[in-house]
């Protein structure tokens, strides 16, 4: 992929250098949660990164995997897709896109923004400025 905003990269000895470009200490855990990350586009849970994590053989505590997921999430690395608060997904592909959210199957798929249109935004809040915009449209399997 030769996309800019997108962080894949499918050789690990490059996950280094894509950590100190966007200010990470490339610690050794941290350098094991960005492959298991960074290595595809996906939509991981922290539970699943947890796993992915710890059966190629590192030892990565919960605590750490999610102290890790929300630095690179601050540093613009990945980025987080809340669907209620107890499912939170961490996604590999940072450029801007929109969400299927499968209530049936709990499954997060992407679709391109250009695929949907706005009419207009809102007026936004005194004092405020829009910082970004998540589109996460919710489906149920037709019966
Ligand atoms: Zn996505």
């Given at each position: 992929m030769n996309d800019t905003s997108t962080n894949?990269?499918?050789?690990?000895?490059s996950i280094k250098k894509i950590l100190e470009?966007?200010?990470i200490n490339p610690t050794h855990q941290r350098y094991e949660i960005a492959c298991a990350?960074?290595?595809k586009p996906q939509h991981l849970s922290a539970e699943q990164i947890l796993l992915l994590v710890n059966s190629n053989g590192a030892h990565v505590s919960k605590a750490t995997v999610y102290n890790?997921?929300?630095l690179f999430v601050r540093k613009g690395l990945i980025k987080q897709v809340i669907i209620d608060p107890t499912k939170i997904f961490y996604d590999s592909n940072t450029s801007y896109?929109?969400?299927y959210y499968n209530e049936d199957t709990g499954e997060l798929s992407d679709f391109k923004s250009n695929d949907m249109s706005f009419?207009?935004?809102p007026s936004l809040p005194e004092n405020t400025v829009q910082s970004g915009v998540d589109v996460?449209?919710?489906v149920k399997n037709a019966t």
């Open positions: 894949i990269n499918s050789s690990q000895a470009q966007f200010a990350m960074l290595s890790t997921l929300n896109h929109c969400h009419n207009r935004n996460i449209v919710r």
